[in-house]
């Protein structure tokens, strides 16, 4: 295949690192944001891959970093969006300053990398972008007790619509991924007497992703794509 290259945020994740396999496997070269000190390990090496700091909640540093991807490699074919975070809270719980927070942590991450990615992919006529969404930012019954999670979340998948309709014609698709309950040890751990065999794999969530990059789902452009395996 042609060189190609995709940008994977918080690669050092579960959800990250098993993005960053399959498309290295599949030929790309991936640059990934890592934090310091991320407790999970990350024993990928590789000489296609990149690992780079980067404040994600900083709409610069972000824009500066895919400038570089690009400077760099002179495209960018693929964008993953992985970087989030979560908190519990009922309505009577829950502050401004709890939504704010949430919507940095689950919109501003995502848009801050989306949006030059997006122009630049509008500029050489292709590409695509995944950012990792949520049950509760598409339903108000899963998001029952999780207010300002299920608020920060729901904002990407108007954002993903937004994108859509103005590159269409452009081969650009942005599509928002939502998982049911990810098989990680951390999960297992905290829900040990759940069916983790009905959760979704991230490996699983990874071949999905792919598959929407091929030559095959050129012609799809799925907003949502739910990875529900049998959760």
């Not at 990350?42 to 404040?55: Q, S």
């Not at 040890?185 to 992703?209: L, T």
Request: aromatic share 8%; charged share 20%.
């Amino acid at each position: 295949m042609a060189n190609k290259t995709a940008i994977v945020t918080g690669a050092s994740g579960n959800m990250g690192q098993a993005v960053v396999k399959k498309f290295l496997a599949e030929g790309y070269h991936v640059v990934g944001t890592i934090i310091p000190n991320d407790p999970v390990p990350f024993g990928i090496d590789d000489a296609k891959l990149e690992k780079v700091i980067v404040d994600l909640m900083n709409e610069d540093d972000s824009a500066k970093f895919v400038q570089s991807v690009i400077d760099k490699h002179g495209s960018v074919d693929a964008v993953v969006l992985t970087v989030g975070g979560f908190a519990m809270g009922k309505i009577a719980d829950t502050k401004t300053a709890d939504i704010h927070k949430q919507y940095k942590l689950n919109f501003e991450t995502a848009y801050n990398v989306a949006r030059p990615a997006f122009v630049q992919m509008m500029q050489q006529g292709s590409g695509r972008i995944f950012i990792i969404g949520s049950r509760p930012g598409i339903s108000a019954k899963e998001g029952k007790g999780m207010v300002a999670y299920g608020l920060g979340k729901s904002l990407i998948f108007r954002l993903a619509e937004l994108m859509n309709n103005e590159a269409r014609g452009h081969n650009v698709v942005t599509s928002v991924v939502v998982p049911s309950t990810i098989d990680t040890p951390q999960n297992r751990k905290a829900m040990p007497d759940a069916k983790a065999e009905n959760w979704v794999k991230p490996e699983e969530i990874a071949d999905c992703i792919y598959f929407y990059c091929t030559d095959v789902a050129a012609v799809l452009r799925e907003p949502v794509i739910k990875v529900y395996n049998n959760a």
